[in-house]
Each structure stands twice: as structure tokens, then as C-alpha cells.
T-cell receptor
């Protein structure tokens, strides 16, 4: 069993739709949960991180963590064509100590006008 | 130059060639990383350097040899590669031990093709 499972998609939605991206994990020691966005021919960039359980909102993006279910989500409201990218979830046991991250395989998202 | 830069951006090499990938970070960070990104697979951490010392080597074959001459530069020396080594190689850096969370900043990657 992979430590982190993420549906690779691809996911295609119309502009303005609400997008839901999800990951499940097996290691209950994970405490930091991240979402990275990777545009074509670019490296990943951090979108949001959450510590432990709960929700975090940043503009059109909301990250949710449910540690009891070992399930994390990223919601994108009013999706735009500029949101088209690969979204990677990542997790770590601690926030420091060289920040060892365990990644999901990424979900390819296309938002069409 | 800002952020994390990588050269070359694309590399095609034969199995008997020797080449090197270069990474430079302009962020004043003290930790640097090499990752491998293959299609439909999660990012795989290969090596971690902290304060120019290797602190992680994730069972990477010896045909990959990292070098960190200073805190701003990281190299990945390649020799006798296999076609399955074709992938995007990403470099990242972070400022370790600045709680509560160390964000890793990634370069654009080197797309490597081994023929």
C-alpha cells in the first residue's frame, strides 16, 4: 500500500466550477499537510499547508484535513483557466528536520473556458 | 536571478555518457534536495544536504552522485544511466529549523532522456 494515494485524473471542469481534489494516507504520524501546484514546465510551488486537523482558507482555495479518516481535500471555488495545473498533495511528520515530504502522484486539472 | 535555478533544462544522453545537473539557490537557505519526478509516480526524494553535509540518501543507485560544494550550489553527477532513469529531476531548497514549518522551494527541473 502506498503511503499517500491520490487520483491522477485527469480532471476537466468548466470555468466557474467548484473543484475537489483529495488524498488519502496510511501513516498516522503525519501532522503537516500540504498542497503544491505545478504548472507545465515548472517546479511545484506551495499553495497551502495545514497543521493537524481542520480547515484553512486562502481566497478561492480551502484545505481540509480529517485525521480520523486519514483524508485531506483541496477545494477550489470559482475555478479559472489559470488554475489548470497538476496538484500534488504532500505530508510530513514534522515541519522541520529537513522537511521530509511524502507526495501523492498528483492530479492533472484542466479548467476550460 | 531569483529563487532556485537549474541547468540544463533539457538533457539527452546515451547510457555510456557522463553528465552533470546543476542547481543554484538564491534564497539564502541551508538545505537542498534532489527529487525525481516520473510520469504517474509521486515525487521521489533522492538526496538531502543540510549545511553542505549529506543527511539523506534514499537508496539511490550509485550511478547518481550528488555534490554540494557550498550552501548555494548542488550538483547531480550522472554516469552509466539506464533508460528508466529518464525523468524530470527537481532541485529544491529550504531554510531548515525555522519553525514551525520549512517550505521547500523548487526549481523548474531538468528533463532528462536516456537513450
Amino acid at each position: 500500500q502506498k503511503e499517500v494515494e491520490q487520483d491522477p485524473g485527469p480532471l476537466s471542469v468548466p470555468e466557474g466550477a467548484i473543484v475537489s481534489l483529495n488524498c488519502t494516507y496510511s501513516n498516522s504520524a503525519f501532522q503537516y499537510f500540504m498542497w503544491y501546484r505545478q504548472y507545465s514546465r515548472k517546479g511545484p510551488e506551495l499553495l497551502m499547508y495545514t497543521y493537524s486537523s481542520g480547515n484553512k482558507e486562502d481566497g478561492r482555495f480551502t484545505a481540509q484535513v480529517d485525521k480520523s479518516s486519514k483524508y485531506i481535500s483541496l477545494f477550489i471555488r470559482d475555478s479559472q483557466p489559470s488554475d489548470s495545473a497538476t496538484y500534488l498533495c504532500a505530508m510530513s511528520v514534522t515541519g522541520t528536520s529537513y522537511g521530509k515530504l511524502t507526495f501523492g502522484q498528483g492530479t492533472i486539472l484542466t479548467v476550460h473556458p | 536571478e531569483t529563487g532556485v535555478t537549474q541547468t540544463p533544462r533539457h538533457l539527452v544522453m546515451g547510457m555510456t555518457n557522463k553528465k552533470s545537473l546543476k542547481c543554484e539557490q538564491h534564497l539564502g537557505h541551508n538545505a537542498m534536495y534532489w527529487y525525481k519526478q516520473s510520469a504517474k509516480k509521486p515525487l521521489e526524494l533522492m538526496f538531502v544536504y543540510s549545511l553542505e553535509e549529506r543527511v539523506e540518501n534514499n537508496s539511490v543507485p550509485s550511478r547518481f552522485s550528488p555534490e554540494c560544494p557550498n550552501s548555494s550550489h548542488l550538483f547531480l553527477h550522472l554516469h552509466t544511466l539506464q533508460p528508466e532513469d529518464s525523468a524530470l529531476y527537481l532541485c529544491a531548497s529550504s531554510q531548515d529549523n525555522s519553525p514551525p514549518f520549512n517550505e521547500q522551494f523548487f526549481g523548474p527541473g531538468t528533463r532528462l532522456t536516456v537513450l
